[in-house]
């Protein structure tokens, strides 16, 4: 087996990614939103765990990321904080939390990593958001960037399609990532573009481009561990790989469960005292 960089026993940290970046290790992120998942993906290896805020999907049942508020994402980010022994450790900034004000931006930026015991934070957006990344950065705090499809967005994309197809928005990205790059993000996701947009962002960039639904030349790729274990029936977009059915799983296992508590099967002699 390989020797990487990020099998060690140790905490992941934001300079180990650019030093990947360099040797050509890939990065593994994927998203958790509670205390047993994100154990589960740590002790597995996870190189980053990302405290989405897809939660207002995942575990809210909210039909866009827009609801959830830095209490609930602190909420969750805590929890996950308490179980990464190795993974490093990154909590989204919700919809309406950075987007008043810098002031407000940075404040909430200190607060998530206070309260919520983070090793970083991700923000939304590019050129105009840059002052504020670089004095979030300056607070000494680790800032991840997202550009292409930011869910955050939506009503003004009017739906969740393929991002920066066109020459002029893809012009624009690039220049949002060396925004953000010179702003001093220690990684930018890109999330559902053109496979060679993203490879040609992961060439110019030298922070660590992390991809969901952006194609093989990242430097790392990210996906929501609901979507990725098959948890979510009916949700299958090209870029998903499904690596377990875990639907079938758990509703196999709890029909069951309820068989034997009707019929009296459970719990029998050797599971009573
Ligand atoms: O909230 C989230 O899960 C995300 C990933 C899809 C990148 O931002």
Not at 10 to 28: D, N, Q, R, Y
Not at 112 to 124: F, N, P, R, T
Not at 209 to 227: F, H, R, S, T
Request: glycine letters at 8%; charged letters at 20%; proline letters at 4%.
């Amino acid at each position: 087996m390989a020797e990487y960089l990020s099998s060690s026993k140790k905490k992941v940290t934001a300079p180990l990614f650019f030093e990947m970046k360099k040797c050509g290790e890939k990065i593994s992120w994927l998203t958790a939103y509670d205390y047993t998942t994100a154990s589960l993906l740590d002790q597995a290896g996870i190189d980053t765990i990302l405290v989405g805020d897809s939660a207002s999907n995942v575990m809210h049942g909210n039909a866009t990321t827009l609801p959830i508020t830095v209490d609930e994402m602190i909420f969750h980010a805590r929890a996950v904080a308490r179980a990464a022994e190795h993974a490093f450790v990154v909590c989204d900034m919700p919809f309406g939390s950075y987007q008043i004000s810098e002031e407000d931006g940075i404040r909430n930026a200190v607060r998530i990593m206070k309260e919520a015991g983070v090793d970083g934070v991700k923000l939304e957006g590019g050129a105009e958001i840059a002052p504020m990344v670089s004095k979030i950065v300056a607070a000494g705090i680790p800032v991840c960037g997202h550009l292409g499809l930011t869910p955050q967005s939506v009503h003004q994309f009017g739906g969740y399609g393929l991002r920066a197809k066109e020459e002029a928005e893809a012009e624009k990205l690039i220049a949002d990532a060396k925004a953000l790059e010179a702003a001093g993000c220690f990684s930018i996701v890109l999330e559902k573009i053109p496979a060679n947009l993203a490879e040609k962002v992961s060439a110019i960039i030298k922070c660590p481009i992390i991809g969901i639904g952006a194609g093989n030349k990242c430097d790392g790729q990210v996906l929501v561990y609901a979507d990725m274990l098959g948890m979510n029936k009916g949700f299958k977009p090209k870029f998903l790989r499904q690596y377990a059915d875990l639907h079938s799983i758990i509703t196999d296992a709890v029909g069951k469960y309820v068989a034997d508590v009707k019929s009296s099967d459970f719990p029998n002699e050797n599971e009573s005292y």
